[in-house]
């Protein structure tokens, strides 16, 4: 029998002592690990039940002999074999000491080679449809950001400090939104889109994707059709397919959604009448009708994602199609999407839907079921940025912004005739390049990132076919940066129109 091990030093490093004689395996505790030694103890005898190595009723040794063995102090063996009879490892019993449960579980099968216990009936997972965070080097012409150059510092910290000062509720938030933070929605859209709204008209989000997946939960039977803009929002298109609806897609130009006599029955409809994503034209009125009209010859519903409608240079906003609904008497057909992350910034992940009351109350079902509601301390930031007049204050300085930032882009995009012309640039975020056929936009963009310019084509927006043309978006770049990065896309397409013969453009 080995001689007794005195315990170790407070200050020791490295292994424990391992060899004892009253477990059939040996024991590994470590000082100069992060993991408690009680833990260590506890998880290695619950590793060997697991395994095998100690059988159903195979007693442990008492804590006195096992922390003597150890060199650990009792407490640490209590600690661990306390752990282990409340997981129900081990059990207790008067005159027996403690042992391993009698019911022990049967061993797990070995898993698979690269199997890591997954179940072999689940899929691999799709590629995200969204781009990934972070910028890339160089200059990034990335979809889907703003700026916050033009947010008020002083007011921002000041709106978070009063919401950090509020008194915090014990008990759960309403799972719409707060009432004031919906009464500041309702105003809003009603100062800045003309839509008229009352708070309990409004579901506080967090944002449209959330807002759509609601929409899906809620609203939606099992299997429903659903038409989609093509090319279309590719995040919103993939929420629909993997509910396991069925997505029909809908051709668009320049006025928007195109409806017509063609167009197949659905249940709902998803559009972005204000600024087409990602074509960036507007619905004209006489198809925002034929839509109402289609929508009520169908019984069907409306999604109107409103993502960046606050943004136009130069042309005149057009009310949402919900406010054209409401007109006519169709408003409880469509659900409208606003978000404050393109007004404000992206962090504060929130959005809000207006809908009829009926359709709201099943939203708000879906919302206490899925998360029971947004944060209460960054609803009440934004309440005070909104009641106190800094949103509508910061929409015009960013619009200014972007409006110089958008110049300076299409700017440089100029004397491209015949090789290259852009749309939607009267409102929005983004624009597009349409290329000429001769110069493939895929291969454009290749060149781009090899000089250190990132745009996107429209591939991944599309169903079928895509339309051959770049991405830019400009929300997240500075003029000056917009203005560099356009004139590098204006000598990448002279350069490979010049190498496919179109003109006797130079690289210089």
């Known amino acids: 029998m080995a001689p007794p091990i005195a315990p170790l030093s407070a200050d020791a490093r490295g292994p424990l002592p391992a060899r004892t004689d009253e477990l059939p395996f040996p024991l590994d505790l470590r000082r100069d690990q992060t993991e408690a030694l009680h833990a260590q103890l506890a998880r290695q005898i619950r590793e060997a039940v697991l395994s095998g190595l100690l059988p159903g009723g195979t007693p ?48 797990a099968p070995e898993v698979p080679v690269g199997g890591a216990g997954v179940p072999a009936w689940l899929p691999d997972a799709p590629p995200l449809p969204v781009d990934g965070p972070g910028v890339r080097p160089g200059l990034d012409f990335r979809v889907g950001v703003t700026g916050t150059a033009t947010l008020d510092r002083r007011a921002w910290r000041q709106a978070w400090a009063d919401a950090a000062r509020e008194d915090v509720s014990g008990d759960y938030a309403d799972p719409a939104g707060e009432p004031r933070l919906r009464v500041a929605l309702a105003a809003f859209v009603g100062r800045q889109r003309g839509l008229g709204a009352q708070a309990e008209d409004v579901l506080v989000t967090g944002g449209t994707l959330h807002a759509l997946n609601l929409i899906v939960r809620a609203l939606l039977p099992p299997g429903s059709g659903v038409l989609m803009e093509n090319p279309g929002y590719r995040a919103a298109r993939q929420v629909l397919l993997d509910a396991g609806h069925e997505v029909i897609p809908v051709p668009v130009d320049a006025d928007g959604l195109i409806v017509n006599a063609d167009t197949p029955p659905a249940r709902l409809v998803y559009v972005t009448p204000s600024h087409q994503f990602p074509m960036g034209g507007r619905m004209c009125l006489p198809r925002r009708l034929a839509l109402l009209e289609w929508a009520a010859r169908h019984d069907a519903l409306i999604v109107e994602d409103d993502y960046d409608g606050e943004f136009r240079y130069g042309a005149p906003p057009l009310p949402p199609l919900a406010a054209l609904a409401a007109q006519t008497g169709a408003g409880g057909r469509v659900l409208y999407l606003g978000t404050l992350s393109k007004v404000l910034t992206p962090s504060v992940r929130t959005g809000f839907v207006v809908a009829a ?23 009440a930031a934004l309440t005070h940025l909104l009641g106190r007049g800094h949103v509508d204050r910061h929409i015009r300085r960013s619009r200014r912004w972007h409006a110089q930032v958008r110049a300076a882009l299409t700017g440089a995009l100029t004397g491209m005739d015949g090789l290259a012309h852009l749309g939607g640039i009267e409102a929005g975020l983004h624009v597009c390049l349409h290329l000429h056929p001769a110069l493939p936009a895929p291969a454009v963009a290749a060149e781009l990132a090899a000089q250190g310019v990132h745009v996107a084509t429209l591939d991944t927006y599309t169903l079928g076919e895509a339309p051959n043309a770049l991405l830019l978006g400009h929300g997240g770049l500075s003029a000056a940066q917009a203005g560099a990065g356009g004139r590098v896309i204006a000598q990448v397409v002279r350069s490979c129109a010049t190498r496919a013969g179109l003109a006797p453009y130079s690289d210089a």
């Open 357 to 379: 009351p009926p359709l709201l109350s099943r939203l708000v079902r879906a919302r206490t079921l899925l998360d029971f509601g947004p944060p209460v301390q960054v609803q």
């Open 60 to 107: 442990l040794p008492g804590t006195r002999t096992l922390a003597r063995t150890m060199g650990v102090t009792r407490g640490v063996v209590e600690t661990a074999y306390a752990e282990l009879l409340a997981d129900g490892t081990a059990q207790a019993q008067v005159g027996r000491g403690t042992r391993v449960r009698d019911e022990t579980p049967t061993p």
